[in-house]
């Protein structure tokens, strides 16, 4: 009769437990949320800074595409395997447009990796004439960002840019 009390007791402390076990899990994952924003955070100052460079220039923002951010995404993924404009599978980097159905009447590709901050990237790409040349060709209208870390901790970064055929 004596263990009654015990075993409630010990529910009790094993429901405490799980209670506070369920509620470490909830603060980690809302760790993983600001990882999150910082990615969102570079990639809207890259743009940003891309932007203020096609100002100075005269020419017009360009838009951010989700779809097209999927396929940077990708590029940057693979950047990280193999740092080319040549896809690791030996096609050209442009075939990753038809991969998310965006057929282009104009589209361009900047890569970069190890940058800490999108001022350095940029920077960087102002500075190199073929970079440069992408981030103020007038004939673009969209561009994305792709992040992807890898498991050392480098950042491997593709800049899309696209304007849409005028063909269905």
Known sequence: MKKRPLFRANILFLAF???????????FADETAPEEDAVKLFRTR????????????GLSELLELDTLTEAADLRAF????????TRP??????????EYSLKYKAAGENLA????TPEDMVDA??????????ILDPDFTYIAIGYYVNE???????????????KA
């Open 78 to 85: 693979e950047a990280a395997q193999s740092f080319s404009h």
């Open 17 to 27: 437990i799980l209670c506070f076990s369920c509620l470490s899990m909830a603060a």
């Open 46 to 57: 890259v743009i940003s800074l891309v932007n203020a460079e096609r100002a100075k220039a």
């Open 113 to 116: 990796y190890g940058f800490k």
């Open 89 to 98: 599978n030996g096609q050209r980097c442009f075939t990753v447009f038809a």
């Open 125 to 134: 790409w102002m500075n190199s004439e073929l970079h440069r040349a992408n």
């Open 152 to 166: 050392n901790g480098r950042g491997y970064y593709s800049q899309l840019f696209y304007t849409p055929s005028d």
